[in-house]
């Protein structure tokens, strides 16, 4: 089995979790930036849409080298659109690729794609493997034209700064779930995902019927971390931590190799290095965090750090009456300005 990066990361894996409209390439950097997790995963990208040529969708994987191990996510249901996608991944120069399978939205899971594929075991092993082969075949020197992509995803690709056709690595492939889809079946969906030997298994342990609601199901977690022991597999969990003594905690009485943590981290990059910010430190990193977006996104949708300002915006008196202000604001000035009538002290500092 080829591990890649996975076999050299420090112990204990704490991660950041794939988050949809949340962990785009400017919240990573925040996050890498001020504590770094031992590894990220990008928000999970749409193999056929991409594959069909919608180039916008390589936004998504936009990446800092401060990231590293970064992880592209990728989800559908079309084998070779998982194929073509993800030898782009390798020409991009992610440290790995994982295989979303957790996916409960409508729009997702009803087309057999995210979560849909637990239903389809079958299926589900053929796309680890179909994404194995294609890191197997760009390690082995297969150009983007051998592999029937269109020319013009071609000519997109080569204009990323990250683009690399010379340094060719072995990139391991990893699935991140759920312990099953209307009912749990931890062990035996997990035992199909063992055949096909991921180098990674991450669990979310709700089903999709729960979506977000009730807790996560550690106990299921925790039989699947059993399964995987001497697999060569690593496990792990993810569901409901929100903090790094409870991280800790759980990998501790779950046997798991590491965790995931994805809304825990919301408004605190500091998450993973167990510093607590004051309100006034929250305040600066926004402001940054939206100095980041625009340097990203120049020009456009500037609505989606919104909700970011929302989680920073905490904690002190006038927060809400702050926050309102801030789901007004266009621009990194404009949240500065409503920050500064708080924390006057911002002026020097951003
Ligand atoms: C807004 C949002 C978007 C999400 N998007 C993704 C995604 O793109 N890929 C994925 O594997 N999981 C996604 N998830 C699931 C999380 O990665 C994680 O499994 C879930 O939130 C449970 O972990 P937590 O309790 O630490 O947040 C998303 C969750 C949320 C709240």
């Known amino acids: 089995m080829n591990r890649g990066f996975w076999d050299h990361l420090k112990a204990p894996i704490i991660g950041l979790a794939p988050m949809d409209g949340v962990t785009d390439s400017a919240y990573r950097y925040m996050v890498c930036k001020y504590s770094k997790p031992t590894l990220v995963m990008t928000e999970f990208t749409n193999v056929e849409g991409l594959a069909r040529g919608a180039i916008g969708m390589l936004k998504a994987f936009e990446y800092d080298e401060i990231e590293r191990p970064v992880v592209a996510q990728i989800y559908g249901s079309e084998v070779e659109s998982f194929y073509k996608v993800a030898l782009m991944n390798c020409f991009l120069g992610f440290d790995g690729i994982d295989i979303n399978m957790g996916c409960p939205a409508n729009k997702v899971a009803r087309r057999g794609s995210g979560a849909g594929l637990i239903r389809t075991p079958d299926l589900a092993k053929l796309i680890v493997q179909t994404v194995q082969k294609a890191c197997k075949d760009f390690f082995n020197g297969i150009t983007l034209e051998e592999a029937n992509i269109r020319p013009k995803i071609i000519a997109a690709l080569k204009k990323i700064d990250k683009y690399n056709e010379k340094d060719r690595r072995l990139l391991p492939v990893s699935v991140k779930t759920r312990v099953g889809f209307d009912s749990d079946i931890t062990l035996e969906w997990i035992r199909h995902l063992i055949e096909v030997q991921p180098a990674n298994i991450t669990l979310h342990g709700r089903t999709l019927k729960q979506m977000y609601m009730g807790l996560a199901n550690w106990e299921s977690i925790g039989k699947a971390a059993s399964l995987c022991k001497n697999t060569g597999i690593t496990l792990l969990g993810n569901g409901d931590i929100k903090s790094i003594d409870e991280a800790h905690q759980k990998m501790t009485q779950y046997g798991v ?67 309102s202000k801030l789901m007004q604001s266009e621009n990194s000035e404009e949240v500065k300005n409503v920050f500064k009538e708080v924390f006057p002290a911002l002026e020097e500092e951003s």
Request: glycine share 10%; hydrophobic share 35%; net charge positive.
């Open 257 to 323: 190799d590491g965790v995931l943590v994805g809304r825990g981290t919301f408004g605190n990059p500091w998450f993973f290095s167990n510093h607590s910010p004051t309100p006034q430190e929250r305040a600066q990193a926004a402001i940054e965090h939206c100095k980041v977006f625009e340097k990203l996104n120049p020009g456009s949708k500037f609505f989606i750090m919104r909700k970011h300002l929302g989680w920073y915006c905490r904690d002190f008196d006038g927060a809400r009456e702050t926050r």
